[in-house]
């Protein structure tokens, strides 16, 4: 996500500790209408997708995590990335003289429009399902930032 971010001329920056189901605040260093641009982001790593022909389905996001997405009244819009990798670490990148390649590929999902679940357990899970369009990239990293940033240069 750091290096997404990075290439889309956006900051990023990992919460310690995890409290709060938010990995990282993503942030634009130019001011838009009167305030910087923000987004929270809780990322879900996933080594064996699975999903139909237009959505991964996702089946082990927790309640509580959910929660920490679910629902509109937020100050700071909040969405879930999810990102498909290779089984072994050692294939997440590969790098030579010609460049870095990053596997396999990262989506986006706002969970805004769902209701929260009343008194969520921290083991229970959803199943969240993730549009396949959605495919997160730099540009789409910047128009869900604030669709204003495309008027700005990375």
Not at 13 to 28: H, K, M, N, R, Y
Not at 42 to 70: C, H, M, S
Not at 94 to 112: C, F, P, T, V
Request: aromatic fraction near 8%.
């Amino acid at each position: 996500m750091q290096v997404l971010a990075a290439a889309a001329g956006l900051q990023a920056s990992v919460l310690t500790p995890d409290c709060t189901g938010v990995d990282f605040d993503i942030s634009a260093p130019v001011e838009i209408r009167g305030d910087f641009p923000a987004m929270r982001v809780q990322v879900k790593t996933w080594t064996t997708p699975k999903g139909d022909d237009n959505d991964w389905i996702y089946p082990r996001l927790t309640e509580k995590r959910f929660n920490a997405l679910a629902g509109g009244a937020r100050r700071i819009p909040r969405f879930l990335f999810l990102v498909i990798v290779p089984d072994k670490v050692a294939e997440y990148a590969k790098g030579d003289e010609d460049g870095l390649l990053l596997s396999h590929a990262a989506y986006w999902h706002s969970l805004a429009d769902h209701d929260r679940i009343d008194s969520p357990r921290c083991k229970g899970t959803v199943t969240v399902r993730v549009p396949k369009k959605n495919l997160l990239t730099v540009n789409t990293l910047r128009t869900l930032l604030d669709p204003a940033l495309e008027e700005v240069a990375p």
